[in-house]
């Protein structure tokens, strides 16, 4: 199968150009972005939240799926670099008049926008977008319908990095709607890139792909026996269609199988981690205990979201020699 | 009408077991030999075919041409000229046109649009339920008195069942074939690639195998229960070829065809979110693409179709899975039928009779063979010409094609129907 990152993501020299997918980029890509990152989470902590690395550069959010915490958090991350941000909602303006994405895109261009950071719900919208714009223009991907979602999947190795230190020896369990999670697909190419010793989805057959294992995880449709030895366990929302759409009975049978209570976490390894992409389901995929509990690192994620995007924004510039 | 020698070309023509060089004498439109001349015959014209070799013309059984309806993706005329320089002297039309050939007056106007392109023979395929929605049985002998040669459902799929029964019994009771794309709506799930590991990968709404085999092993059972006689279009899966192998061994009056991409690219050839490979069905894997090649050596699979769907350049600019399926395929289907034979999948012998003589027995056509007093539907071709495939080449207003920028090997240089030239790569008017 031909990569489609080798020549679209990277610019002649091997340097990022749009962020679409984890795919294609290896390992020293990856630390490079989380070391970056992890100078921008130190500054952060300072009064002065900002740097002037893209003062002057425009950034368009094109948001064709509704999120708030995701625009949020990109939004921040542009301001704290000093750009100038704009932030569209397209399901709400332009599309609904009939205008297509493209014609979207030609339009935004011809505003001189130096970058767009791009929320879709079907797959490959992102590296459509990047083929068909203009040469100077940088794309990052904020979540393509169920392909990638390469940036949330990075803030989630920045955050293991940042408690297990190292990728080598972990067993990192990926638990729910792998089926329609662009989260999981970035996060299995992340872990495996980073050399993660395990990478395991736990599911019961109708939330997994077929040839799951392709993407080079290990399955288990049991969380009881799939959570053994394990040091990261993600866990990922269940959105409530998947009961009308006859992939699980209920809720609560599903919570009663899959999801993450006090007793089944103790399953895990003791230092275990907690993890989700959020927005949190409480109650159906998660216990509030867990949610809440010590071994849980979701808001520390939420937070060093906007350092990873700050990271991946400045290195996509960095092509031209803004930074 | 002139009378015409193709002269001193390898002669192959699988239904009569020929394969010499030698000439063919036409007139009146009609084979008058191939062998020797006959007394006192003039050629008006003589058409020097030496090196080449000279085949009974193409029959398709599954084009769109996008008129009536879609005329901004392609026309009659630019459509017909890409059959006539591809060899093809008769061609299927699918009923998903707009209007859709649901009625007696749509086949009419298919007809004036033929006969005014001049090209070749067009049949139209009737649709087998009204605006193909699968509910309601459309005027099928009337429709056949139009002039349409068989009936379909196109790419939409009759889910009900007992709608798709009564409907073959309808066919079978005025003598009509059935041209069924296996395809099981609700399993199809509305996907856009094969349910494998690349749709996996990217995300894709995947359409397994079984969508195919049980919507084909369904029109199996109702084959047998109806006695209508059905051919399968399109098949791109392992387990159809299994299924289709069994029921002829069974004694069902069944016939099947595969469209020509099939037999050369798989899922793992797709350049990913390209939209040229987005095809219905999709690509699947290297061993459905052998058993799919071995069927076809096998005489499981009947013939070669094109499956043509030229489109306009924005129906495929979009994501992936937001653009049309479907392959601008007329001009690729010669070459890609000799690499076949070059790669030693099939004999050309084999390959030839999948794009005449069996089509024209699967429609029950008195064509697809140089058999005496037959029409002069000829196609005469150079195998070892090579050509790109670009702009300049290019006929078919659809440019919707994985192999756009590849060299082909063999193509046509003459192409008659019933007597007439209506293609010839010297003449840039193309008569």
Redesign the interface.
């Known amino acids: 199968?031909?990569?489609?990152a080798d020549n679209l993501q990277l610019n002649s020299e091997g340097k990022l150009k749009h962020f679409l997918t984890i795919?294609g980029l290896d390992k020293s890509l990856l630390t490079e972005i989380l070391d970056l990152a992890e100078s921008f989470v130190d500054m952060t902590d300072n009064q002065v939240k900002k740097v002037p690395l893209l003062r002057g550069k425009t950034i368009v959010n094109l948001f064709f799926e509704n999120s708030t915490r995701t625009r949020t958090t990109f939004e921040l991350a542009a301001k704290r670099l000093s750009a100038d941000v704009l932030s569209m909602s397209i399901s709400t303006s332009s599309t609904s008049k009939g205008e297509?994405?493209?014609d979207t895109i030609r339009n935004l261009e011809a505003m001189f926008v130096d970058m767009f950071v791009v929320r879709?719900g079907?797959?490959?919208?992102a590296?459509?977008i990047a083929q068909?714009t203009a040469a100077h223009i940088s794309v990052i991907n904020a979540g393509?319908?169920?392909?990638?979602h390469p940036t949330q999947a990075m803030l989630d190795m920045f955050t293991i990095r940042q408690i297990k230190k190292d990728f080598s020896n972990l067993r990192v369990a990926i638990i729910g709607d792998i089926l329609h999670s662009?989260v999981a697909?970035s996060q299995i190419q992340a872990l495996n890139t980073l050399g993660a010793a395990e990478v395991r989805v736990i599911a019961p057959k109708t939330l997994l792909?077929?040839?799951?294992e392709?993407?080079g995880v290990s399955v288990s449709h049991n969380l009881t026996e799939g959570l053994k030895d394990i040091d990261v366990i993600i866990m990922l929302r269940l959105q409530k269609e998947r009961m009308s759409s006859a992939l699980l009975p209920s809720e609560s049978e599903y919570f009663k199988c899959f999801g993450l209570t006090e007793d089944k976490l103790k399953i895990a390894r003791p230092d275990a981690i907690v993890m989700h992409p959020g927005p949190i389901n409480r109650g159906v995929e998660i216990d509030s205990k867990v949610a809440d509990g010590p071994q849980s690192v979701i808001l520390k994620q939420v937070s060093n979201g906007i350092a990873v995007r700050m990271a991946v924004m400045s290195m996509a510039m960095q092509k031209r020699g803004v930074v | 009408m002139s009378r015409i020698d193709i002269s001193q070309g390898r002669i192959i023509d699988p239904a009569n077991d020929i394969d010499r060089i030698g000439s063919v004498y036409i007139a009146d439109g009609k084979i008058i030999s191939v062998s020797d001349a006959p007394a006192g015959f003039n050629a008006d014209i003589v058409i020097n075919a030496e090196n080449q070799i000279v085949c009974p013309g193409f029959i398709d059984l599954s084009t769109r041409l996008r008129e009536p309806g879609q005329s901004r993706k392609a026309t009659f005329k630019s459509e017909t000229l890409a059959a006539a320089s591809a060899g093809v002297t008769t061609l299927c039309l699918q009923p998903d046109t707009s209007p859709v050939i649901d009625t007696p007056a749509v086949a009419e106007l298919i007809k004036e649009l033929a006969e005014k392109a001049q090209y070749p023979q067009i049949y139209p395929i009737a649709a087998l339920t009204q605006r193909l929605e699968g509910n309601e049985l459309s005027s099928m002998l009337s429709l056949k008195q139009a002039g349409c040669i068989a009936v379909g459902n196109a790419s939409q799929p009759v889910r009900n069942l007992l709608i798709l029964r009564r409907a073959m019994e309808y066919a079978a009771s005025h003598d009509l074939l059935l041209m069924f794309r296996p395809n099981d709506y609700w399993l199809g799930n509305n996907g856009c690639a094969h349910?494998?590991?690349?749709?996996?990968?990217?995300?894709?709404?995947?359409i397994?195998e079984a969508a195919e085999t049980i919507a084909l092993s369904h029109c199996l059972e109702l084959a047998e229960l109806t006695g209508c006689r059905v051919h399968f279009g399109q098949i791109s899966c392992r387990r159809s070829v299994i299924k289709i192998h069994q029921a002829k061994k069974y004694g069902l009056d069944v016939s099947a065809d595969v469209a020509i991409h099939q037999l050369h690219l798989t899922?793992?050839n797709?350049?990913?979110?390209d939209s040229a490979y987005h095809v219905l069905p999709p690509f699947r894997t290297e061993a459905d693409q052998q058993y799919l090649r071995e069927g076809l050596a096998g005489g499981t699979l009947n013939s070669i179709c094109s499956d043509h769907q030229p489109h306009d350049l924005?129906a495929k600019?979009?994501?992936?899975?937001?653009t049309e399926a479907g392959i601008s395929s007329l001009e690729t289907l010669l070459p890609l039928m000799l690499k076949l034979v070059a790669q030693h999948a099939i004999t050309l012998e084999q390959g030839i009779a999948a794009l005449s003589d069996n089509p024209a027995q699967i429609l029950r056509l008195e064509s697809g063979a140089l058999t005496p007093g037959f029409a002069a539907d000829v196609c005469v071709f150079d195998p070892n010409q090579e050509w790109q495939v670009n702009s300049e080449n290019w006929k078919s207003r659809g440019v919707n094609t994985p192999f756009w920028g590849q060299t082909m090997k063999g193509r046509v240089t003459c192409t008659l129907q019933t007597g007439r030239v209506i293609y010839n790569q010297k003449s840039s008017l193309h008569l």
């Open positions: 199968m031909k990569s489609m795919e297509s994405l493209l879709h079907i797959s490959g919208a590296h459509f068909q393509d319908g169920q392909h990638a662009r697909r792909p077929a040839y799951v392709t993407l | 349910e494998g590991a690349l749709a996996t990968r990217y995300g894709l709404p995947g397994p899922e793992n797709m350049i990913p979110f924005d600019l979009g994501a992936f899975p937001e």
